[in-house]
């Protein structure tokens, strides 16, 4: 059974905190140093979901068409 990539980011993230090298943590997953040091950065004992991905669409548009102009476009057509 395959494990999930949340378990993969979990266990490598114990096994480089245990003390194991980095590459050596990410070798069995085949990922690499840079995306366990990525969940290092990531990882809080506090919260609980630490693991999760976060999605990369941005969460505002910063030269968004008002609404206003937006309905009066609309009327126009």
Do not use: C
Request: glycine letters at 6%; a positive charge; hydrophobic letters at 30%.
């Amino acid at each position: 059974m395959d494990r999930s990539i949340e378990d993969i980011r979990i266990e490598s993230e114990k096994r480089y905190l245990s003390g194991e090298n980095a590459s050596d943590a990410v070798k069995d997953p085949g990922k690499g140093r840079r995306w366990l040091y990525k969940w290092v950065k990531r990882y809080e004992p506090s919260v609980d979901d630490w693991f999760k991905g976060r999605p990369r669409r941005p969460s505002r548009i910063a030269n968004k068409t008002s609404q206003d102009v937006e309905h009066l476009v609309l009327e126009v057509r």
